[in-house]
């Protein structure tokens, strides 16, 4: 079956730690996303990759990375710089064609203590 | 700027329609989605609207009007499974799309 997976559900660190969120697809889409939904807000894109080996940032990137080193994968690192952690993340990819249809993971709830 | 406008929260009776409405302002506009989440899990797609007009898809249909920056999404016959957010998002190109804070409809029995 094709789609999109997203380890683990439930993420719990303490202060300080980095964090890395893993997100797979084998739908063979070229582009990859990272969101960040917190509540009343709507998704904030943190970092998108049309390509492997290319990234770039969205509206929110700041304490957070990324990297392309396979069409499949796309983890995100939560870093001790990011000031407000918490929140709910989710991974979507999509054909990177003239419609932007993205289809999503069911995304990892991070929790820092 | 850009912005999309939709309402907090809805609530309507199971066997009813209703009618989730979404305004929007920006500067470069290809096309309008809408999409369903539910509680704790990933948005789905619902559609996707490029011109103006309805466009019907079973039990839901979109609709758009880009000179009002306006659309709606109308979902007929509710069950209690439509119980969800439903998330306005519009494709500003660019690998550049922009989500409303969803609007979460309650369905009643």
């Known amino acids: 079956d094709g789609g999109i997976t997203q380890s683990p559900k439930y993420l719990f660190r303490k202060e300080g730690q980095n964090v890395t969120l893993s997100c797979e697809q084998n739908?063979?889409?070229?582009?990859m996303y990272w969101y960040r939904q917190d509540p009343g807000q709507g998704l904030r894109l943190i970092y998108y990759?049309?390509?492997?080996?290319?990234?770039q940032k969205g509206d929110i990137a700041e304490g957070y990375s990324v990297s392309r080193e396979k069409k499949e994968s796309f983890p995100l690192t939560v870093t001790s710089a990011q000031k407000n952690p918490t929140a709910f993340y989710l991974c979507a990819s999509g054909l990177a064609g003239e419609v932007d249809t993205q289809y999503f993971g069911p995304g990892t709830r991070l929790t820092v203590l | 700027g850009q912005n999309i406008d939709q309402p907090t929260e809805m609530t309507a009776t199971e066997g009813a329609i209703v009618q989730i409405n979404c305004t929007y302002q920006?500067?470069?506009?290809?096309?309008l989605f809408w999409y369903q989440q539910h509680a704790g899990e990933a948005p789905t797609f619902l559609s996707y609207n490029v011109l103006d007009g309805l466009e019907e898809k079973g039990r839901f249909s979109s609709f758009l009007s880009r000179s009002k920056g306006y659309s709606y999404l109308l979902l007929k016959e509710l069950q209690m499974k439509d119980s969800a957010s439903y998330l306005c998002?519009?494709?500003?190109?660019?690998?550049?799309?922009?989500f409303g804070a969803g609007t979460r409809l309650f369905v009643k029995a």
């Open positions: 998002a519009m494709y500003t190109g660019g690998f550049k799309t922009i």
């Open positions: 739908l063979n889409h070229d582009a």
């Open positions: 920006t500067s470069g506009f290809n096309g």
């Open positions: 990759s049309q390509i492997v080996n290319d990234f």
